[in-house]
């Protein structure tokens, strides 16, 4: 893999295209060493102040009222998903206006980390049409060994949401599983990435990543950017919170990073 740390950031036309064709890209361009570790350590005081909520999963660290985990948040979430550089790169993806509606620490547990199950993003998240470029930025490397993030290529390319079927499990981090007859795991590439790398996905990639039985945890800090030619329906979304259970859309806070509210439907007052 050609990692370099540029001076220069977005992405190269090839990674456009790769983005475009197989649903996900690796960037070449990588976290400064100095943001890299500030992140780190940022994660270090989240798990020590939110010993309760468990690693595997934890919703909008940069929401500072909690959520229906109750995550003592922090502002410093919210830099981090503001990095010039990765709005950058999602602007030459979801265009330039577009807004950041939701973040999570997948903070997989050396040992103990939970399976995420094979799903498409798009399943859970109120957004019309349904759009989202994801930033996975690797706080820990992340390799098949400590259960790093494994894609179907090309599988977002029919845009359509397939079938998934809820389950309630402890073992697993989300609780929508798409159905096997779905995708054929063997077309599966993992993606591997040493801390500081980022990957880009599609609201529509098919995607899970396997539990961490190693001995080296593998934490990501993942951001969601839409495009605002779309909705964040908080009503709707708050009829998907009943559904699933899991996450607290109906107050959710959208904060506009890029251009303006194209659709002129996104409330920017809620949750704020
Ligand atoms: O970090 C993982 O293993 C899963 C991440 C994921 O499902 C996502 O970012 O959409």
């Known amino acids: ?11 190269s036309d090839d990674e456009v295209a790769h983005y475009h064709e197989h649903g996900y890209v690796i960037p070449r361009w990588r976290l400064p060493a100095d943001r890299l570790e500030r992140m780190r350590a940022d994660l270090d005081t989240l798990l020590a102040s939110n010993a309760a909520v468990g690693s595997d999963s934890m919703f909008c660290p940069h929401i500072t009222g909690g959520g229906t985990q109750g995550l003592k948040g922090s502002n410093i979430w919210l830099e981090h998903a503001s990095i010039p550089e990765i709005l950058d790169s999602v602007g030459q993806l979801a265009g330039s206006d577009f807004l950041l509606w939701g973040t999570t620490v997948f903070g997989k547990p050396a040992g103990t980390g939970k399976r995420v199950p094979w799903h ?7 957004i019309r049409p349904l759009a989202t470029c994801s930033a996975w930025i690797a706080l820990d490397d992340a390799t098949p060994e400590n259960g790093c993030l494994r894609v179907i ?20 981090v989300l609780n929508q599983e798409l159905n096997a007859e779905e995708f054929n ?14 990957s880009l996905h599609d609201v529509y990639l098919v995607h899970g990543s396997e539990p961490n039985r190693s ?36 107050n959710r806070a959208l904060w506009l990073m890029r251009g303006r509210d194209v659709c002129g439907l996104n409330d920017f007052q809620i949750g704020h």
């Open 153 to 172: 290529p090309g599988s977002h390319k029919q845009r359509r949401l397939r079938a998934h079927t809820r389950k309630d499990s402890p073992d697993l």
């Open 185 to 198: 795991e063997a077309d599966a590439v993992d993606i591997v990435l040493e801390a500081g790398q980022i």
């Open 1 to 11: 893999m050609n990692v370099q740390s540029l001076a220069s950031h977005g992405l």
């Open 120 to 126: 498409q993003d798009g399943e859970y998240w109120p």
């Open 215 to 250: 001995d080296k945890r593998r934490a990501g800090y993942v951001c969601r950017y839409m495009p605002t030619t779309s909705h964040f329906d908080h009503a709707y979304g708050a009829e998907l919170q009943k559904r699933s259970g899991q996450v607290d859309f109906a």
